[in-house]
Each structure stands twice: as structure tokens, then as C-alpha cells.
């Protein structure tokens, strides 16, 4: 066996100084590398210029319980459209939902929400509200197609920042045009934020068509080939496929605050789904009830209009 190496032989390693290390890796921003010192310097120089707006909106996506199936998979594509929301537990939908969706927002940090309301089973409300001061909408939603029921060919990057397009009927009356602001808060996704991707891909179509609301969802595709390399500004050689969701907003009432509140708007248009229900029954009860009146005017026709007896009734029946 060797000899112990005796204590005082051992030698400390000395502590490696900052200096003869890799130097430091520059902040990585969109438009490039950026040096620290460029930064500080751009600091100091202007020290009393406006600090520069950062949108911090974060939506939280929530449901009601005993919710159906294809709208629980509607909102489920929302979330994976939106890099900036929050998921949260189902809520009971009660009178005194707007003051537990408020106490969950403000918990989760968020500064707005999108609530859907399932009731009796088959009727789908969306809430839109911006909290915890409002506005506050509600809409009826139609025509939902999820992106499993669809199966469309297109496709783009989760994460990715979209486009929002209006139709020009948003800019006609003053209920669209707050509308209008809402939606581009809440589907907006922040620049830089943290889940997304610095580029944008994809576009989010809002067209008006008969008082309603219409959702589409397209892929920017451009071709990828090296031969068939597309030109900055060429717009003509982009196309647009349709990835989904899809559905159609019926707007019912604007609020003043907070899931609640004053009422800014009412559509003058809506029929409840109850209203519409209640007159297909009444519809088929009208049936059973032509029928009844069609039997009793066959009888009152015999009875005013009797037949001759006739004389060659009985004379086989000896």
C-alpha cells in the first residue's frame, strides 16, 4: 500500500476567477444580439423617456359543470389557440357565478376571461369579461365545428402569434366597435410572452353576417421549395387554409361591470332557444289537433248529410 499523503502536501484549488472565463452571452432580443453595454447606454441617455407599454393580459378559460362533450373539446382548441390563457376548474352556474369568477381571476392573476355556460344540456353561452371592472358580454354560440369533427388539412405552430382581421361592419355601430376592442384584448396574443412564438403564422377571421358573429381559423402557407422561394412582399404566392374551430356568436347583452352590471346593449333580434323549442312543439301539437278537427267535421258532414237507404242492401242476406 502507498504512504498517506500527508495534509499539509494536499493543495486547495484555487477559485477560478470571473475574468478567465467565457465571456457572457449578450440578451438574445427579436431583432438580434444585444450587447449589455448598448443597452445601459441607451439607458442613460435617455433617462427621462416614457417607459415603453408591455402588454401583461392573460385570459382565464373556464367552464360550467355538466358541460357536453363537443363544447368541452370547443374549449379546449380555445386554450391551445391561446398561449397566453389559463385553464381553470369547472364552476356551477348559479346566480352568484360573477362574484366567484371575479374572486378566481383576480387569484389567478388574470385580467379577463372567457367563461362557457352549458345549459339544459345543449344550449352553449360564452361570457367575455374583462375584470374585474368590465365590460362584460354574452353571446349564444352556433354552428360549433371542433378541429377532431372537422379533420381540415391545415395546420401551424402552437404558440404562434395570430393575426386578427375584421370585417368592416365592426366599424357601423358603436356596440361592434367595443366588441370589436374586446376581442382584440382577449385573442391579442401579448408580444413577447413567455408561450409564444415570436412570428406570426396563422389568422383569426371576425366577420359580421346577419347580426352574428363568425369565427374561422386559417394557416398563412407559403411554399417552402428553394426553386419556388417566395419574395419578400409577395402576397400573391400566400394562401390560406382553414384549420378550425368553427362557430358563430350571437350577441345577447353587453354589461357594464363584471359578468353583471348595468346593460349597455340588448339585441333586439334574439329569440331564446326556449322560445324556438316551445314553437316546434307547438308546430307538432298543431298536427294532432288538424287531425282532430278534420274527424269531427267528417261527422257533422254524415250527420247533415245522411244517405238514401238502399233497397238491395239485405236481399242476399237471405
Given amino acids: ?9 494536499t493543495q486547495t484549488a484555487e477559485p477560478r476567477k470571473k475574468d ?18 448598448e443597452v445601459s447606454q441607451q439607458t442613460e441617455s435617455t ?18 359543470r355538466r358541460i357536453n362533450y363537443r363544447y368541452r373539446h370547443l374549449m379546449l382548441n380555445m386554450v391551445s389557440l391561446l398561449p397566453h390563457c389559463k385553464k381553470d376548474n369547472k364552476v356551477e352556474s348559479r346566480s352568484s357565478k360573477g362574484a366567484t369568477l371575479n374572486e378566481l381571476i383576480e387569484l389567478r392573476g388574470c385580467s379577463s376571461a372567457l367563461f362557457f355556460e352549458c345549459r339544459k344540456h345543449q344550449d352553449l353561452y360564452m361570457w367575455m369579461a374583462r375584470c374585474p371592472n368590465g365590460p362584460s358580454v354574452k353571446f349564444l354560440v352556433n ?5 377532431e369533427e372537422l379533420k381540415l388539412t391545415g395546420n401551424h405552430l402552437k404558440g404562434s402569434r395570430p393575426l386578427l382581421t375584421f370585417s368592416s361592419n365592426f366599424e357601423k355601430d358603436a356596440h361592434w366597435k367595443l366588441l370589436k376592442e374586446m376581442i ?49 412582399g409577395g402576397l400573391d404566392k400566400m394562401t390560406l387554409v382553414e384549420v378550425g374551430p368553427r362557430f358563430c356568436l350571437n350577441p345577447i347583452k ?4 363584471s359578468f353583471g352590471g348595468p ?22 301539437a298543431g298536427k294532432y289537433a288538424k287531425k282532430v278537427k278534420a274527424k269531427t267535421r267528417r261527422k257533422m258532414h254524415e250527420q247533415s248529410n245522411p244517405l238514401e237507404p238502399d233497397e238491395f242492401a239485405d236481399m242476399w242476406r237471405e
Fill in 1 to 9: 500500500m502507498g504512504k498517506k499523503r500527508k495534509h499539509s502536501e
Fill in 254 to 257: 353587453i354589461f357594464a361591470g
Fill in 184 to 232: 382584440i384584448q382577449i385573442f391579442g396574443t401579448p408580444k413577447e410572452h413567455r408561450k409564444s412564438k415570436p412570428y406570426h403564422d396563422h389568422v383569426f377571421v371576425f366577420s359580421i353576417v346577419d347580426d352574428h358573429i363568425w369565427f374561422r381559423n386559417y394557416q398563412i402557407s407559403v411554399p417552402h421549395n428553394e426553386s419556388d422561394k417566395m419574395v419578400r
Fill in 20 to 37: 478567465e472565463g467565457a465571456p457572457e452571452r449578450p440578451k438574445r432580443t427579436l431583432m438580434g444580439w444585444k450587447d449589455k453595454d
Fill in 47 to 64: 433617462p427621462d423617456s416614457p417607459q415603453v407599454f408591455r402588454n401583461k393580459e392573460k385570459v382565464m378559460v373556464t367552464c360550467s
Fill in 263 to 284: 346593460t349597455l346593449y340588448e339585441n333586439p333580434f334574439y329569440v331564446s332557444p326556449n322560445q324556438i323549442r316551445a314553437l316546434e312543439k307547438r308546430k307538432k
Fill in 143 to 147: 354552428a360549433v365545428h371542433t378541429m
